[in-house]
């Protein structure tokens, strides 16, 4: 299984972003996705997250400016960034926590390669 993230770039502050995230392989289905972002020298640190059943969780720094949004029948998940500060800047991952690959098997802690968001004027 597979995890490719895209659609990073720069941005001026107030501006917006979509990334997307697509998973890719032998896929019966995924359980929880989320996009995480690290900058030099910290955590990686939870953004958003979607149940397969689409609820969501977000980071108090993101709410009311991020969504996140999947797509089960593509196995995608999306992340739309609003009002972008330049805090926002940092690599951005996608990650599904559990892929089954059958009914029964399952993978554990699948993540994207990181997609970097720079905000600057």
């Known amino acids: 299984v597979q995890l490719q993230a895209f659609g990073g770039g720069l941005v001026q502050p107030g501006g917006s972003l979509r990334l997307s995230c697509t998973a890719s392989?032998?896929?019966?289905?995924?359980?929880?996705m989320g996009w995480y972002r690290q900058t030099p020298g910290k955590q990686r640190e939870l953004v958003a997250s979607?149940?397969?059943?689409?609820?969501?969780n977000y980071a108090g720094s993101v709410k009311g400016r991020f969504t996140i949004s999947r797509d089960n029948r593509k196995n995608a998940v999306y992340l739309e960034m609003n009002s972008l500060k330049p805090e926002d800047t940092a690599v951005y991952y996608c990650?599904?926590?559990?892929?089954?690959?059958?009914?029964?098997?399952?993978?554990?802690?699948?993540w994207g390669q990181g997609t970097l968001v720079t905000v600057s004027s």
């Open positions: 392989g032998s896929i019966f289905s995924i359980n929880n």
């Open positions: 979607i149940t397969s059943g689409g609820n969501t």
């Open positions: 990650n599904a926590d559990r892929v089954y690959t059958s009914i029964s098997d399952y993978q554990n802690d699948n």
